[in-house]
C-alpha cells in the first residue's frame, strides 16, 4: 500500500488524515516530510526530546502501509556483526568436518598436489555463501522481497564508526559483503533514524537523509494526543492535566516530561477515578511525569499552585 498515490496537496492531507486515524497525531510539517520521503526514496532522520513520537511515527507509518517493521536499537559499541551480518560459525565448523570426512574420496582422482589443490578451490568458496550467513536487522531489510520500515533507533548512542556502515545504505539501498559482494535491495525499505539529540550526527549521514525535527506538542495537540491514546479520559481533565504538564516543561527540571509520559499520567488518574486535579492526587502522581527525584522534591512546593493554574483551562 502506498501513501503518495494522489496529487502533492491531496496526497499530504490524506496522509495526515490516516496517521491521526491510526491514533498517531500527524501534523502537516510531519505528513510533507513522509510524502518527500516516499518521493525521493531518501531516509528519514527524525529527531526531537526523548518521548514526543518518533519511533511511534516509524510504527505508524509499518501499520499504515501494511510493512513488516524491522527495528534495530542502537547503542555504544554496536557493530556490524549485530547489525548488518555475521557468519554462520557453527554451520561452517560442520561443513568443515564434513569435508575432512569426505576428503579422500573428494581427492582419489587428482594426480599430484597442483591438481588437489585446483579440486579443493572449487569447494572453497561455499564457506563464504549466502547459505552460510546470518543477516541481522539492516541486512534483513535490504534481501527481505515485501515492503519493510527499517527503524534505526536512537542512532545518537552508537559509536561515529558506525555511521560509516550505515552510508552505503543510506544512499544506494545497498550492502556489500567482502566475501560475497554487493547485495542490493530487492524491494527499497522505508527507513527511519531516531536521535534524542545526545551527540551530532556526521554531516555524510544528514546529507543522505531529510530532516525531521519533532519537539514537544503546544497544549492543543497535546489535549488531541490525549483524546486520541486515552479517550476515556473526561475533557475537563484532559485540558487540565495537558495544561499541568505544559506548566512542568517551563520548569528548570533535569528531564521534562515527554508525551509518552503524560499518556501513562492520563491513563493513571483514570485508572485512579479521577475527575478533576487537585494538590494530593498530583503529588501521589508526579513519580509518572517526573524521573528524578530531585525534581520531584523542587517541584512539591509548586505543586499547589500550578494545580490552581491548571484548573483555570477551558476550552
Known amino acids: 500500500m502506498t501513501l503518495v498515490d ?9 496522509i495526515q488524515k490516516r496517521f491521526e486515524s491510526a491514533g498517531y497525531i500527524c501534523d502537516m510539517h510531519i505528513a510533507t516530510c513522509i510524502y518527500l520521503s516516499q518521493k525521493l526514496d531518501k531516509p528519514i532522520l527524525v529527531e526531537g526530546p526523548p518521548g514526543v513520537g518518533k519511533t511511534e511515527l516509524a510504527k505508524a507509518t509499518a501499520e499504515l502501509m501494511g510493512a ?24 561452517q565448523l560442520l561443513y568443515t568436518q564434513i569435508l575432512k570426512e569426505k576428503l579422500g574420496d573428494l581427492l582419489e582422482d587428482a594426480q599430484g598436489l597442483d591438481a588437489s589443490m585446483d579440486k579443493l578451490h572449487q569447494f572453497g568458496d561455499h564457506f563464504f555463501s549466502e547459505q552460510f550467513l546470518e543477516a541481522r536487522p539492516l541486512l534483513q531489510a535490504i534481501k527481505s522481497e515485501k515492503q519493510t520500515v527499517l527503524l534505526i533507533d536512537e542512532i545518537d548512542k552508537s559509536d561515529h564508526e558506525f555511521e560509516a556502515y550505515l552510508l552505503e545504505i543510506l544512499s544506494d539501498y545497498q550492502i556489500t559483503v567482502p566475501e560475497i559482494g554487493t547485495i542490493k535491495a530487492k524491494t527499497k525499505p522505508i527507513v527511519f ?103 520531584i522534591d523542587n517541584m512539591h512546593i509548586e505543586i499547589p499552585k500550578m494545580v490552581a493554574e491548571a484548573k483555570k483551562v477551558t476550552r
Open 6 to 14: 494522489k496529487e502533492p496537496t491531496a496526497a499530504i492531507e490524506d
Open 68 to 91: 513488516d517493521l524491522i527495528r534495530l536499537q542502537c547503542y555504544e559499541g554496536l557493530d556490524e556483526s549485530k547489525a548488518l551480518y555475521e557468519w554462520k560459525y557453527g554451520k
Open 193 to 295: 533514524l531516531t536521535s534524542n539529540n545526545s551527540r551530532e550526527m556526521g554531516d555524510a549521514l544528514k546529507r543522505r537523509c531529510l530532516h525531521l525535527y519533532i519537539p514537544f506538542p503546544d497544549s492543543d495537540r497535546e489535549r488531541q494526543i490525549i483524546e486520541t491514546r486515552v479517550p476515556e479520559v473526561s475533557e475537563n481533565l484532559r485540558n487540565q492535566l495537558v495544561a499541568f504538564v505544559q506548566q512542568l516543561r517551563t520548569q528548570d527540571l533535569k528531564k521534562l516530561p515527554a508525551v509518552s509520559e503524560t499518556i501513562d499520567w492520563a491513563r493513571t488518574l483514570l485508572l485512579l477515578h479521577a475527575d478533576s486535579l487537585d494538590t494530593e492526587i498530583v503529588r501521589n502522581t508526579l513519580n509518572m511525569l517526573l524521573k528524578f527525584e530531585d525534581d
